[in-house]
Structures are given as structure tokens and as C-alpha cells.
């Protein structure tokens, strides 16, 4: 497994048991999979009291770190000596390994229906249709003069076939950038084309 150095970041204090005591760091683990797998989690899971000692930021820090590292080993499919090997170059000790291997094989086919529900293909754009608007007065009455453009995008998801609606308003200044990328994309992919 291979993960950015900000989640190896947001790792190495779950792997401190100064800062991280054995009852903390379990309660952290249970979060970040409840956070991933439980559609219904609760948003105050972190103000459980054994969390209470730890700053704010290094805890949810290590929530996104504990959460990516379990995403990225659901879609590796990783098996518990390749965890084990990515957990020991962070410096976790053995019971924390071993605890955190618990956690995952308990939750892993959860969390492999979870990653497969997701799909592989991004959405994909199918149509594009526009309208200018122009913004005289705002609600509280003050004059603006602006024109914006109101987008749709018709996007169709390729594994299911539905057809969804994306809307959203734009300056002038914002479409043209937006034009800009997506000839950059498209000179981009047809130079990977030719190669």
C-alpha cells in the first residue's frame, strides 16, 4: 500500500500510545470504520469522552489518516501481512497491529460491498445546455448590473444508465477558465492517444 505523506502524518500519532492511549486508539479505530461504513454514523462520534485529552486538529487528522489507510486497503483488497508491513513502517507496535487487522477483517466484506456499490466509472457528460442571466438588483435592493451564466450538465452514470442533472452559476471569467481546462484536457488526452 502505498499512501500520501499527509495520511502517514495523520498515522504516526496513532501509533504513539503517549499520544494515543490503548482505549483511545481503539475508539478512534471503531470511529473512522462506523465513519466509512455506517450510512447513519454520528457526526459527534469524536467527542467520545476518551477523545476529550486530544487536540481537535491531531484527532481528525488521524480520523481522515485511519479512514484513507482502510479505503485504500478495501480496494487493494489487502490482505492482513500487507496492512501489518505498511502499519510496522509507521512505526505501530504489534497489539496495535494486530488490533487494527482485527477491525478490518471484522468489517472488510462490509466495506468491499461498500467500495463495489461506489462503481469504476465516473460519471459521464452528455450534453451541455445554457442560459445568460442578468443580475440587476440583489434581494436586499442593491444594484449590481452582472451577467452570469446558468450551466446544466446532463450526466449519465455508465454502470447504471441513469441520467442526473448538474446546475450551477458562473461569471464570465469562470466559464472561460472552465473552457480553457477542458481544452487542456482534451489536447492532453489526445497527445496520450498518439503515443
Not at 504513539?16 to 470511529?31: K, N, W
Not at 478495501?74 to 500487507?82: E, T
Not at 478490518?104 to 466484506?109: A, C, L, M, P
Amino acid at each position: 500500500m502505498e499512501l500520501s505523506e499527509y495520511v502517514q502524518s495523520g498515522l504516526q500519532p496513532l501509533a504513539d500510545p503517549g499520544c494515543f492511549s490503548p482505549r483511545a486508539y481503539t475508539v478512534l479505530l471503531q470511529t473512522a470504520f462506523q465513519s466509512l461504513l455506517d450510512t447513519q454514523a454520528d457526526q459527534a462520534a469524536l467527542d467520545h469522552p476518551d477523545l476529550k485529552q486530544i487536540d481537535p486538529t491531531v484527532l481528525k487528522h488521524c480520523h481522515a489518516a485511519a479512514a484513507t489507510c482502510i479505503l485504500e486497503a478495501g480496494k487493494q483488497k489487502a490482505d492482513k501481512s500487507a496492512i501489518s508491513a505498511y502499519l510496522e513502517d509507521c512505526k505501530f507496535d504489534r497489539e496495535r497491529i494486530e488490533q487494527f487487522c482485527t477491525e478490518y477483517q471484522k468489517n472488510k466484506d462490509t466495506l468491499e460491498i461498500m467500495l463495489g456499490s461506489i462503481g469504476r466509472c465516473p460519471p459521464h457528460i452528455t450534453d451541455v445546455s445554457w442560459r445568460l442571466e442578468y443580475q440587476i438588483k440583489t434581494n436586499q435592493l442593491h444594484k449590481t448590473y452582472r451577467p452570469a451564466y446558468l450551466m446544466t450538465l446532463n450526466v449519465e452514470n455508465s454502470g447504471s444508465g441513469s441520467h442526473t442533472d448538474v446546475n450551477f452559476s458562473c461569471t464570465m471569467e469562470q466559464l472561460q477558465d472552465l473552457v480553457g481546462k477542458l481544452k487542456d484536457a482534451a489536447k492532453s488526452l489526445e497527445r496520450a492517444t498518439q503515443m
